[in-house]
């Protein structure tokens, strides 16, 4: 599987939920339907540990066994997302805790602490167990390590995290004086004098916490999941077999995901539900929404920190808790939609989730391709289609999607701006908006990491790239772009660039600090536009263009620097809103506000068109059409 050679369907499995008797023909269905790979056990600790100390193998060695002779391959999953109850009664110390200090008690998923030595002591256990029994079965292909970390929460505060935290900081600062630097702990008394001073954010008043020590607090917690994920990775690389792979799910917050594939895993894996985009809860819908469309986006995410990967959940049904996360069925299509929208962004595997839906628990209401009834439905025959199809395609399995447009983003400006109202709200709207201008322009895109080291992807293949909004900047990245640039890439930049250093303090220098020699201007003045302000908008030639939510008001310094738009309202009418300036053989545009889709299409028609969208000039597609390019050259692993 993500060899390179085929295309595959599978399906995630809970042969826990049902009887034996339903294992093996549930099995042969699936084969019908042209499903060839299961997951199973990510949530079934207690079948191999019913009590401390004592495992058991009978139950998945009897299920493994049926799933060799019916012919199907297994994804094999670590079961440490659900420690279960007689671990966490008896050791309460393995429980995660709120911002206040509270436990998060058993009774749902993910309520332990990736800290807790008690808790590592024992996932390695129940891993080196797993890994030195299973490995050696033919039906394992490949190893998923617990389930979608950082889900339920990316937020940790047991006695241990704060502990582990201390350790993290000594390691990286050495000294106090060090840390109470670049925690800038002068402001407000907050100097510590004793390392046991130090903690992870706690309740405060108007819960407003050092935002230095916030953004470092964000970086322990990844290191913390690399560290819990890699643990497991270790273990079962000891054992397993040189064709099996390891793999993780999911795509969540405050963890770097780049890092973790180079470090710990071979790839990763996305769970893609496109009906979020229709719940009855935090619906955003409005009449230029890109609805189940925008899928897309956090596909070209997952991408940009696998080269290879594969969807392990792909929704199939109507979704939702019985608490929360009411999701409409999916229309007649949309299931066949969905699966060929992930293939369309490099995916090779698609796994449905789930084969049938539960009829007890939380996820009751979370429906599969089949109903409680296990009856054939309409979408188990729009599989049965999709299975067809998939062959009619194996051609493209293992080849690359290719862009020459990148969206550049990294984990400090992400992380920081979950804090701070001044960047992290523009960063979303205008990464959202510049989505939906290349969208639908027909313009593919990558996003595409940047940190010191340099860029998950040679910036030297895209024609252009906008960093909307890096407020954090280092020497490093400035000298990145400016390569970039000299060799002949075109850059955008919105407001609020370059005036934090990788600490998140402010530098006594001009606005954008670092990036001032690549826009060739200064920010003279700037200003949130507040309720009582008129909406703004740039001149730019006869075009009036949007320039909302922040205004950084332009100066030109350098003779190579030429003013393209001026603000049309407010105290600053007529001032310099959009610069570009030469930088060797590219080109550097400054924008002074925050890009909206308008004004991102309208700033993508600066750009070649024929450059960026490989169907110009032959192919006129609709606005509603989502334009992929898979190129038929192999990707090198």
């Known amino acids: 599987m993500l060899n390179g050679n085929t295309i595959e369907l599978g399906v995630c499995y809970y042969p826990e939920h049902w ?12 084969k019908s339907y042209g499903i060839g790979v299961i997951r199973v056990a990510e949530f079934a600790w207690n079948l191999f540990e019913p009590e401390e100390g004592r495992f058991d193998d009978s ?80 039906a394992i292909i490949g190893w998923q390590i617990d389930n979608e970390v950082n889900c339920e929460t990316n937020s940790y505060h047991a006695p241990s995290d704060h502990e582990a935290f201390r350790k993290y900081l000594k390691e990286k600062y050495g000294t106090l004086e060090n840390l109470n630097r670049a925690m800038g702990t002068t402001f407000w008394n907050q100097t510590y004098t004793d390392w046991e001073q130090v903690h992870l954010s706690r309740y405060t008043l108007a819960n407003s916490n050092n935002p230095h020590m916030m953004l470092e607090e964000k970086r322990f917690i990844s290191e913390a999941a690399i560290n819990y994920i890699g643990i497991q990775a270790d273990i079962i690389r000891k054992y397993r077999r040189s064709e099996q792979f390891i793999t993780t799910n999911g795509l ?37 929404s890109l609805r189940d469309r925008e899928t897309s986006f956090n596909l070209a995410k997952t991408r940009s920190v696998s080269n290879r990967f594969g969807i392990m959940e792909q929704q199939s049904g109507p979704g939702g808790w019985n608490t929360r996360l009411l999701q409409p069925a999916p229309k007649p299509g949309q299931l066949r939609l969905w699966t060929f929208q992930s293939i369309a962004h490099g995916a090779d595997f698609v796994s449905y989730f789930r084969w049938r839906t539960c009829t007890f628990g939380t996820e009751m209401y979370w429906h599969g391709l089949l109903n409680y009834d296990n009856f054939p439905n309409r979408r188990t025959e729009e599989l049965l289609r999709v299975s067809e199809d998939i062959q009619k395609i194996q051609r493209i399995a293992g080849t690359k999607h ?76 400035a000298e990145i772009l400016r390569a970039y640039a000299e060799n002949g890439g075109t850059l955008f930049f919105g407001c609020r660039s370059g005036y934090k250093d990788i600490d998140g303090q402010c530098p006594m220098m001009p606005m954008p600090g670092l990036l001032a020699p ?10 949130f536009i507040g309720p009582a302000d008129e909406k703004e908008y740039m001149a730019l030639g006869e075009k ?45 545009y400054a ?39 898979r190129t038929l050259s192999l990707i090198h692993i």
């Open 252 to 288: 969540f917050g405050v963890l770097d995901n780049h890092k973790l594939v180079k470090e710990k895993l071979d790839f990763m894996t996305y769970d893609s539900y496109p009906n979020f985009a229709f719940a009855m809860e935090g619906s955003k819908l409005s009449p230029r």
């Open 402 to 477: 290719t862009a020459k447009f990148a969206i550049l983003c990294d984990y400090d400006n992400e992380w920081d701006g979950m804090e701070d109202k001044w960047h992290g709200p523009l960063n979303r709207e205008s990464t959202d908006g510049w989505f939906k201008a290349l969208q639908r322009a027909h313009i593919p895109f990558e996003f595409v990491n940047i940190n010191d080291e340099g860029t998950s992807q040679p910036l030297g293949n895209f024609t252009a790239a906008v960093y909307p909004h890096p407020t954090i900047m280092t020497p490093a990245r």
């Open 19 to 30: 009887d034996t008797s339903f294992w093996k023909e549930d099995m042969l269905r699936m």
């Open 59 to 138: 139950f998945w060695d009897r299920f493994l066994n049926v799933a060799k002779d019916c012919g199907m391959q297994v994804i094999f999953c670590t079961p440490t997302a659900t420690p279960p109850a007689w671990l966490t009664e008896k050791y309460p110390e393995v429980l995660n805790c709120d911002i206040y200090g509270h436990p998060v008690y058993h009774g749902m998923r993910k309520h332990h602490n990736m800290t807790s030595p008690v808790y590592l002591d024992f996932v390695k256990k129940i891993v080196e167990h797993i890994a030195a029994h299973y490995s050696a079965h033919p």
């Open 544 to 588: 009036k263009i949007p320039a909302p939510t922040f205004n950084d008001i332009l100066r030109p310094d350098f003779e190579s620097c030429e003013v393209l738009a001026t603000y049309d309202g407010n105290y600053y009418s007529g001032k310099p809103a959009l610069t570009k300036n030469t930088v060797g053989k590219g080109t550097v």
């Open 518 to 527: 690549l826009t060739g201007c200064t920010v003279e003045d700037f200003t």
């Open 591 to 629: 924008c002074g506000s925050v890009f909206a889709e308008e004004t991102a299409a309208a700033l993508l028609e600066l750009l070649p068109k024929a450059e960026l969208c490989p169907v110009t000039g032959w192919l006129e597609l609709p606005e509603e059409i989502e334009l992929t390019v």
